[in-house]
């Protein structure tokens, strides 16, 4: 049972599958770092430890940034957006961020750049 706060949880729009989505931005660039999903309990244990932990689809299971790779994230915030369907995480980024080995997972492919 997630120990996330009634009155948050009442606010969290989920999915199907009762995910959210977590925009991960690092703290002092800016830079949309990563994408991910959490569930409430992801969400508690972030706002509890500052430390990231999202939800894995594919493994079916909670997972805390950085615990295999040692490429952590310390929250330093976590806002809401307007439709409470998705968190905005700001990090301190150590290591990667990417599971490719990238800073961020948008450094690979650009669609179309600033205009001149």
């Not at 915030?77 to 369907?85: F, I, N, Q």
């Not at 290591?95 to 948008?106: L, V």
């Amino acid at each position: 049972m997630s120990g996330l706060d009634p009155a948050i949880a009442a606010r969290l729009k989920r999915n199907a599958d009762g995910l959210f989505a977590a925009v991960v931005q690092e703290r002092g660039t800016g830079q949309v770092l990563m994408v991910a999903w959490m569930d409430d309990d992801a969400l508690a244990r972030t706002l509890e430890t500052r430390e990231a932990t999202y939800f894995s689809r594919s493994r079916g299971e909670l997972w805390i940034k950085g615990a295999t790779s040692g490429h952590t994230q310390h929250v330093h915030s976590v806002r809401l957006d307007c439709d409470g369907d998705t968190v905005l995480l700001e990090v301190d980024q150590v290591g990667a961020a990417c599971h490719t080995g990238e800073h961020t997972c948008f450094d690979a492919d650009l669609l179309l750049g600033p205009e001149s």
